[in-house]
């Protein structure tokens, strides 16, 4: 009756999409600490591992860089707000300009996972009078390495409309110029707001977690981001 993933073989085998990162479980209380897990033990396993999802996704990427990446899960609880976090810090690490954009509007975590204020963000740029600079706060990481980081400000009671607007087309744009890398957290695929977002980004990573995720909530996310014409780029 147990219809969860347990091993990286069922992931290809039931998905079709290649496995590009597999990382160890996090402490709950690692995860939450304020402080990003590859920052705090930069020699650890795990951080080796969020290294190797970084040089895959780079060679995913060779025809066509991977400027916008979207994480997304197919349930909610999977994953996704610390691989997005350790991925961005992993990549700054890397020597490339990286923005962080919580995109869940529904359930946000970013502000939470990096101890930042949440009073404006993502939300905000759709109202008159704020930009882009107004939003966004620095996460620094070391003396010579930082993140830009656009939290998700106030939750609206539309954010599946936000998110599909001409105005946020014109964001991502601003986002990509801006950075050499847009990691976006966002909901789980199981609310519209992901497949509209997928259909804007350049790769689509999804977030399994294993005894957990079902494969059929999996697969049935996988369907709806090849219909929205989304480029899945592999699970983690």
Not at 52 to 65: G, M, Q, Y
Not at 226 to 235: Q, Y
């Amino acid at each position: 009756l147990d219809d969860t993933f347990k091993v990286p073989e069922d992931v290809e085998r039931i998905l079709g999409i290649p496995l590009i990162g597999y990382v160890a479980e996090i402490e709950e209380k690692a995860a939450n600490g304020g402080s990003v897990y590859v920052v705090k033990q930069p020699r650890s396993p795990v951080s080796e591992a969020f290294r190797s999802l970084r040089s895959n996704l780079e060679f995913a990427s060779v025809d066509k860089p991977l400027k916008i990446i979207l994480v997304t899960s197919a349930e909610a609880g999977d994953g996704k707000t610390t691989i997005s976090a350790n991925l961005a810090a992993i990549i700054a690490q890397s020597g490339k300009k990286v923005m962080l954009v919580d995109c869940d509007l529904r359930r946000p975590r970013i502000h939470r996972f990096l101890r930042l204020q949440n009073r404006v963000g993502m939300t905000d740029l759709f109202r008159e009078g704020y930009d882009v600079d107004s939003v966004t706060q620095q996460w620094v990481i070391s003396s010579l390495v930082s993140i830009s980081v656009i939290t998700s400000g106030s939750l609206p009671p539309n954010p599946a409309e936000l998110l599909g607007s001409q105005k946020m087309n014109h964001l991502l744009q601003e986002f990509s110029e801006r950075a050499d890398v847009v990691v976006i957290d966002s909901p789980p695929s199981m609310v519209s707001d992901a497949q509209v977002l997928a259909a804007k980004s350049d790769g689509v990573l999804m977030v399994l977690q294993p005894g957990k995720t079902h494969m059929g909530a999996a697969y049935a996310a996988r369907e709806q981001f090849t219909r929205a014409g989304a480029h899945i780029v592999g699970t983690v």
